[in-house]
């Protein structure tokens, strides 16, 4: 038997459904939850080079990015979580709120329905979309 098939998913870390470890994604969200924007990005955009598929990171990426003031960037990174894993409703409700932050509040409120129909009792997303609508 070859490496591969001993090990998958070890020392090719071009394979689709190898992705980051617990660890590193953890570091990640440390690093936001204390404020260190930048830092949490060199990190996160790092580890999206060798794990561009994985929608977590893509989530987690927009947010560092909107908190760096990157709406566009977060945006996209939301954007691509959702291509990834189209019932994410934490990335819906993400995507809305940069939306309605760059003031495209008619898209947000969209995402905004989108992160509902998934989980109903979002509350967060609840008042997201009253936060939109009334803008």
């Given at each position: 038997?070859?490496e591969?098939?001993l ?18 994604l953890?570091?990640?969200?440390e690093l936001?939850n ?13 580890l ?9 990171l893509?989530?987690?990426?927009g ?12 945006v996209a990174h939301y954007?691509?979580a959702l291509q990834?894993q189209?019932?994410?409703p ?12 760059a ?17 109903p009792?979002?509350?967060e ?11």
């Amino acid at each position: 038997m070859s490496e591969k098939e001993l090990n998958p998913g070890r020392g090719n870390d071009d394979d689709a459904h190898v992705g980051p470890s617990p660890k590193q994604l953890d570091e990640i969200c440390e690093l936001y939850n204390r404020g260190e924007f930048h830092e949490a990005w060199l990190r996160g955009t790092a580890l999206e080079r060798r794990f561009p598929a994985v929608p977590f990171l893509q989530n987690m990426l927009g947010a560092v990015c909107c908190n760096l003031g990157r709406l566009d960037e977060g945006v996209a990174h939301y954007s691509r979580a959702l291509q990834l894993q189209p019932a994410y409703p934490e990335a819906s409700n993400n995507l809305g709120v940069a939306l309605s932050l760059a003031g495209k509040h008619a898209e947000a409120a969209v995402s905004l329905r989108e992160a509902l129909r998934l989980q109903p009792d979002f509350a967060e997303a609840h008042n997201n979309l009253g936060k939109a609508l009334s803008a």
